[in-house]
């Protein structure tokens, strides 16, 4: 028999919830990030020392442009935000949100 279950593989593949890209530009940004700190001399304005905090802002672009490329739009950085910040109780019974999955759907018939 055919194995007929469908594959949701959207639009890219993906690791860890991220697209490829996605994923090496947050790696790349804090390899960066870390190698920039470990190689400068100190920099020193206003008797402090600013590699600390270029550092972290290049550390930040990877997971910057991460977010901002999610979803594509703008209009669903709402929910990614209440998804990632708000604490989430499973409760067992009724699907609160019936229409997650495919209605339509042709399922197999298995003869015994």
């Known amino acids: ?3 007929i279950t469908p594959l949701n593989l959207e639009d890219c593949p993906k690791l860890f919830g991220l697209r490829y890209d996605q994923l ?3 790696l ?3 390899i960066i990030s870390s190698q920039f700190y470990s190689w400068c001399n100190p920099i020193n304005f206003a008797g402090q020392d600013l590699r600390f905090d270029i550092s972290l802002i290049l550390g930040l672009i990877g997971p910057i442009y991460a977010f901002a490329t999610m979803h594509g739009s703008v ?6 935000i209440n998804f990632n910040l708000t604490s989430q109780v499973y409760i067992p019974g009724p699907d609160p949100n019936p229409r997650r999955f495919l209605i339509d759907e042709e399922l197999p018939h298995f003869s015994e």
């Open 1 to 3: 028999m055919e194995d």
């Open 24 to 26: 090496i530009s947050i």
């Open 28 to 30: 790349a940004s804090l």
């Open 75 to 80: 209009a669903n950085w709402e929910a990614i």
